[in-house]
C-alpha cells in the first residue's frame, strides 16, 4: 500500500528524514574570533596612528589630578544621599565605605590615575592594560566587533571598552558597569558609578610622547549632563609592573578598613 508515493518500507526513514531536518542547528553568523586569534591578528588591517606599548604613569603634579569628579555637579537625589553622608564622615575625620580599602577593585575611570603605574600591551586587535594597583585588567577591543548584547553580557568594574580610530585619535567607548562598590571618588566625594555609568575616551599621543586622555562621563542615576576632563600619562621607561595582592588583614592598620573611622 502506498501514500503520497511512499511505500510502508519506507515511510520510517522519510520521518526519520523529516525529523533530523527539524532539529537540525541553524547555521548562526560568524563567532567573534579571540583578539589573540592568529587569524584575527592576521587580518589586514590599516596601520595604528601610534602604539601604546609601554608603561605609563598618570602625572599626579596637579592638585586632584586623580580625581573624576568636577568642581560643580548636580546629583540626583540617590547620589546625593551617599554624597552627604561622606561629607559628614569626612567632617568627622572618618571615611565613607572606602570599598578600595576593602580590596573591592578600583573600576574605571578610578583605575586609570592610582599612584601606581599601567603596562599597556598594543595588537591590532585590542590593547591590554594592566595596572600595578591589584593588577587590575582592563581590555579594549581593536577588532571591529561591537558592544555585546545587553541581555548576554557579564558587568564588570572596568565595563566593556570597544575602540575605532578617527584620524591620529584612539576614540575608547566603555558600557556595562557593575551597579554596586563602585565609586567615581573614594575619601573625597561620595559619588556612586551605576550600572548606566558610560564613559568615552579620546586618546592622542602628543609631539612630546605625552599620552592626553579627553574623558566624557555621563551617568543618569548619579548626576546630570556629561563630566568632562581631560588627564596626561607619562612614559615610565624604568618601571616594570609586578604581581599584586590586595589582602584586607594587611589593610588593618588603615582607618578606612576594620577600624571604628570606617563607615558602611
Given at each position: 500500500?502506498?501514500?503520497?508515493?511512499?511505500?510502508?518500507?519506507?515511510?520510517?526513514?522519510?520521518?526519520?528524514?523529516?525529523?533530523?531536518?527539524?532539529?537540525?542547528?541553524?547555521?548562526?553568523?560568524?563567532?567573534?574570533?579571540?583578539?589573540?586569534?592568529?587569524?584575527?591578528?592576521?587580518?589586514?588591517?590599516?596601520?595604528?596612528?601610534?602604539?601604546?606599548?609601554g608603561t605609563w604613569q598618570h602625572d599626579?603634579?596637579?592638585?586632584?589630578?586623580?580625581?573624576?569628579?568636577?568642581?560643580?555637579?548636580?546629583?540626583?537625589?540617590?547620589?546625593?544621599?551617599?554624597?552627604?553622608?561622606?561629607?559628614?564622615?569626612?567632617?568627622?575625620?572618618?571615611?565613607?565605605?572606602?570599598?578600595?580599602?576593602?580590596?573591592?577593585?578600583?573600576?574605571?575611570?578610578?583605575?586609570?590615575?592610582?599612584?601606581?603605574?599601567?603596562?599597556?600591551?598594543?595588537?591590532?586587535?585590542?590593547?591590554?592594560?594592566?595596572?600595578?594597583?591589584?593588577?587590575?585588567?582592563?581590555?579594549?577591543?581593536?577588532?571591529?566587533?561591537?558592544?555585546?548584547?545587553?541581555?548576554?553580557?557579564v558587568p564588570s568594574f572596568n565595563g566593556?571598552?570597544?575602540?575605532?580610530?578617527?584620524?591620529?585619535?584612539?576614540?575608547?567607548?566603555?558600557?556595562?558597569?557593575?551597579?554596586?562598590?563602585?565609586?567615581?571618588?573614594?575619601?573625597?566625594?561620595?559619588?556612586?558609578?551605576?550600572?548606566?555609568?558610560?564613559?568615552?575616551?579620546?586618546?592622542?599621543?602628543?609631539?612630546?610622547?605625552?599620552?592626553?586622555?579627553?574623558?566624557?562621563?555621563?551617568?543618569?542615576?548619579?548626576?546630570?549632563?556629561?563630566?568632562?576632563?581631560?588627564k596626561w600619562f607619562d612614559r615610565q621607561?624604568?618601571?616594570?609592573?609586578?604581581?599584586?595582592?590586595?589582602?584586607?588583614?594587611?589593610?588593618?592598620?588603615?582607618?578606612?578598613?576594620?577600624?571604628?573611622?570606617?563607615?558602611?
Amino acid at each position: 500500500m502506498t501514500r503520497l508515493g511512499i511505500t510502508r518500507a519506507g515511510l520510517l526513514p522519510a520521518v526519520l528524514a523529516v525529523a533530523v531536518f527539524l532539529i537540525a542547528p541553524v547555521p548562526s553568523a560568524a563567532q567573534q574570533l579571540s583578539a589573540l586569534a592568529p587569524e584575527n591578528l592576521a587580518r589586514p588591517r590599516p596601520p595604528a596612528p601610534f602604539d601604546l606599548t609601554g608603561t605609563w604613569q598618570h602625572d599626579l603634579r596637579q592638585p586632584g589630578s586623580w580625581q573624576f569628579v568636577p568642581e560643580e555637579f548636580t546629583l540626583t537625589p540617590e547620589a546625593q544621599v551617599h554624597y552627604d553622608a561622606g561629607e559628614a564622615a569626612l567632617a568627622d575625620g572618618k571615611v565613607y565605605r572606602d570599598d578600595i580599602g576593602q580590596c573591592w577593585p578600583a573600576g574605571m575611570p578610578l583605575i586609570m590615575t592610582r599612584v601606581w603605574p599601567i603596562a599597556m600591551i598594543q595588537l591590532p586587535t585590542a590593547v591590554y592594560m594592566v595596572s600595578n594597583f591589584m593588577n587590575s585588567l582592563r581590555v579594549i577591543y581593536l577588532d571591529g566587533r561591537e558592544h555585546t548584547d545587553p541581555d548576554l553580557v557579564v558587568p564588570s568594574f572596568n565595563g566593556e571598552s570597544i575602540g575605532h580610530w578617527e584620524g591620529d585619535t584612539l576614540v575608547v567607548d566603555t558600557r556595562y558597569f557593575v551597579g554596586h562598590h563602585h565609586w567615581m571618588d573614594q575619601g573625597g566625594a561620595s559619588i556612586p558609578a551605576s550600572e548606566d555609568l558610560h564613559i568615552v575616551e579620546r586618546i592622542r599621543l602628543t609631539e612630546d610622547d605625552r599620552l592626553e586622555i579627553e574623558y566624557t562621563m555621563t551617568d543618569p542615576n548619579s548626576w546630570e549632563g556629561e563630566w568632562v576632563m581631560t588627564k596626561w600619562f607619562d612614559r615610565q621607561n624604568d618601571v616594570d609592573i609586578t604581581e599584586v595582592e590586595c589582602w584586607p588583614d594587611l589593610n588593618d592598620y588603615m582607618r578606612s578598613t576594620t577600624s571604628e573611622a570606617q563607615v558602611q
